[in-house]
């Protein structure tokens, strides 16, 4: 199952949030699993930092334990995979005039027949079981920025 909160932050802080994202400093790709291949790049966030705190510290008794920003190119193909832990929460920075024509979509494997693909409006946070299999989808004419929030025991 997929939880989503439209309008997560009020629009002063999801301001400061999209800031931060666009100019943050990055490193070459997260990689699913030892042997991939990097894709997009990344921006770890400290746990104690004030753009976490924005967000749940606890979600159904377990601890957030890591916090990144990930960033796509316009164009990119994100492969399939899990996360590690139990839960990974996604929050999406985008602009207003969100086009379905240009991707950025979360696509979840919730059937072993069918993908559930969450749309990535502005200010929305969505979680889902970390051990679903999952990919992000770039934009195909912008950049595509995504708060990662991973929770475990």
Do not use: W
């Amino acid at each position: 199952m997929v939880n989503i909160q439209s309008h997560y932050l009020s629009p002063d802080l999801y301001k400061e949030v999209e800031g931060y994202c666009y100019n943050a400093d990055y490193y070459y790709g997260e990689r699913d699993h030892p042997n991939a291949i990097p894709t997009g790049l990344v921006h770890n966030l400290q746990l104690d930092s004030l753009i976490v705190s924005y967000f749940p510290k606890e979600q159904k008794n377990l601890s957030l334990v890591r916090a990144y920003i990930n960033y796509f190119a316009a164009g990119e193909h994100p492969k399939f995979h899990v996360d590690h832990g139990k839960l990974t929460s996604l929050y999406y920075i985008n602009t207003d005039d969100y086009n379905i024509d240009e991707g950025g979509c979360t696509e979840i494997i919730t059937h072993p027949q069918y993908i559930t693909s969450i749309l990535p409006y502005k200010n929305t946070l969505i979680t889902f079981d970390a051990k679903l299999v999952h990919k992000a989808t770039s934009f195909k004419t912008r950049p595509r920025f995504t708060i990662a929030l991973k929770y475990d025991n």
